[in-house]
């Protein structure tokens, strides 16, 4: 193994096979530490990318991902860095993957639509309903040019429903964050589907998501909803804050 590491004529793919099966980050950072890899400069960003894409344990992943960047004369570039992002995100790292996602924002890079996409459904699989629904608010300062024809409205509903299909349940703020989110838009159709979504998956309105409603629907000029919801929330024992009254009677006095 070391006769191969040290050759001069070092192949990416030799490596990755030997690094593929390593059991623990300590053991995957062995290799390259230890073993005389040597001079990075031959490890062009493509071949690191197959090896990230070859360690089975993100946390091995991870490692040598964060040992190759401080090695002098290696840079990660938007490939490798959105490899190991898909990576950490199918596992549900979402910390690291934040940590990520603050690099590319400060360096200018951004992810292709395709790799936004992952995340989601990476995170709706692993149940972080909230983490997707950022990566979803976010979109505009980490993703690269959205197609025209893409609706992201309709996306993020999609990818709710998605979750809902596989017994995923986002929780009562994922629903409030999109309820406010289509009451910017005057969107009142579809805060309505969220909210018989709310009660298909037997939640129980708290005082913040009866807020938003009230804002929503008094936004949209529908102050007869707002009112019927005030009633609702006083009838579930939620007292409305001093702000939601005044909004609420300002809206039914326009």
């Given at each position: ?190 805060i309505q589907r969220l909210f018989g979504m709310v009660t298909q998956c037997n939640f129980e309105p708290d005082s913040y998501m009866y807020k938003t409603l009230i804002f929503a629907y008094c ?7 707002a009112l019927r919801m005030l009633k609702d929330m006083r009838s579930s024992g939620i007292i409305p804050d001093v702000a939601t009254k005044e909004f609420l009677m300002k809206s039914l006095w326009?």
């Amino acid at each position: 193994m070391m006769n191969i590491l040290s050759s001069p004529s070092l192949d990416s793919f030799v490596v990755a096979n030997a690094l593929r099966s390593a059991p623990s980050p300590n053991s995957a950072l062995y290799l390259p530490m230890h073993c005389n890899i040597g001079n990075l400069k031959r490890f062009l960003p493509w071949k690191v990318l197959t090896l990230i894409r070859s360690f089975k344990s993100p946390e091995s992943a991870w490692q040598f991902f964060v040992w190759v960047a401080s090695q002098p004369d290696f840079v990660h570039d938007i490939y490798t860095v959105s490899r190991m992002i898909t990576k950490l995100a199918r596992y549900g790292h979402v910390q690291l993957v934040d940590q990520l996602l603050l690099k590319i924002r400060r360096e200018g890079m951004k992810l292709s639509f395709t790799t936004v996409r992952l995340i989601i459904d990476f995170y709706g699989y692993s149940r972080n309903g909230i983490a997707a629904l950022n990566i979803f608010r976010n979109i505009k300062t980490i993703c690269n040019h959205l197609s025209t024809r893409c609706q992201m409205n309709d996306e993020a509903l999609n990818i709710l429903d998605e979750m809902l299909l596989s017994n995923v349940t986002p929780n009562i703020l994922t629903f409030s964050g999109l309820m406010d989110h289509h009451a910017l838009q005057g969107d009142i159709r579809t805060i309505q589907r969220l909210f018989g979504m709310v009660t298909q998956c037997n939640f129980e309105p708290d005082s913040y998501m009866y807020k938003t409603l009230i804002f929503a629907y008094c936004r949209c000029e529908r102050a007869s909803l707002a009112l019927r919801m005030l009633k609702d929330m006083r009838s579930s024992g939620i007292i409305p804050d001093v702000a939601t009254k005044e909004f609420l009677m300002k809206s039914l006095w326009q």
